[in-house]
T-cell receptor, first 114, second 113 residues
Framework: SQTIHQWPATLVQPVGSPLSLECTVEGTSNPNLYWYRQAAGRGLQLLFYSVGIGQISSEVPQNLSASRPQDRQFILSSKKLLLSDSGFYLC?????????????FGEGSRLTVL | AQSVTQPDIHITVSEGASLELRCNYSYGATPYLFWYVQSPGQGLQLLLKYFSGDTLVQGIKGFEAEFKRSQSSFNLRKPSVHWSDAAEYFCAVGAGGDYKLSFGAGTTVTVRA
């Protein structure tokens, strides 16, 4: 069966520090991968998605970046965190294309920037 | 681009009572519509989805939703809620050929005894 792992689960970082959140999918190949951010009361905002190794599409200009070094690995990074980067980050995968409609979500990473 | 509106931010319902969550979408063609549920501090889980065909869709946990093209709505219902239904519910819309889903802001459901 397929599983998705996301870590760390909780992170407290000072403003200006770097960030690395990692997501790994097991049990499937060539998934579409997604990073969403969930801010309180504001729903889910799609940040990045990837349809293959090295292929990254950015939805919102910001100081975050994403990389996909391996087929089932998706990394969210920042060189210098801002206060506004605080939130709940969710990684998800789907079988391409997304006509099946089901995104499989990880458990999330809660980032607090102080 | 498609968009989703969930008019109700928070709904409180008594255990055993019925529940209806509203969802309105904006999209020029026939959309793909979904409802997801999120328990506190967790990821999201798909409740049900609509692509085509019968406009009344059955999902998991006793939920159903009805697609009404004339009203651009996809409301979620449950006849009798359980305390375990307390969660946040998200409506989402996708477009054919697109890789992305657009989510609404969510509706938080509180169940009182």
């Amino acid at each position: 069966s397929q599983t998705i792992h996301q870590w760390p689960a909780t992170l407290v970082q000072p403003v200006g520090s770097p960030l690395s959140l990692e997501c790994t999918v097991e049990g499937t190949s060539n998934p579409n991968l997604y990073w969403y951010r969930q801010a309180a009361g504001r729903g889910l905002q799609l940040l990045f998605y990837s349809v293959g190794i090295g292929q990254i599409s950015s939805e919102v200009p910001q100081n975050l970046s994403a990389s996909r070094p391996q087929d089932r690995q998706f990394i969210l990074s920042s060189k210098k965190l801002l206060l506004s980067d605080s939130g709940f980050y969710l990684c998800a995968w789907s079988v391409p294309p997304v006509y099946t409609g089901e995104l499989f979500f990880g458990e999330g990473s809660r980032l607090t920037v102080l | 681009a498609q968009s989703v509106t969930q008019p109700d931010i928070h709904i409180t319902v008594s255990e055993g009572a019925s529940l209806e969550l509203r969802c309105n979408y904006s999209y020029g063609a026939t959309p793909y519509l979904f409802w997801y549920v999120q328990s506190p501090g967790q990821g999201l889980q798909l409740l049900l989805k609509y692509f085509s065909g019968d406009t009344l869709v059955q999902g998991i946990k006793g939920f159903e939703a009805e697609f009404k093209r004339s009203q651009s709505s996809f409301n979620l219902r449950k006849p009798s809620v359980h305390w375990s239904d307390a969660a946040e519910y998200f409506c989402a819309v996708g477009a054919g050929g697109d890789y992305k889903l657009s989510f609404g802001a969510g509706t938080t459901v509180t169940v009182r005894a």
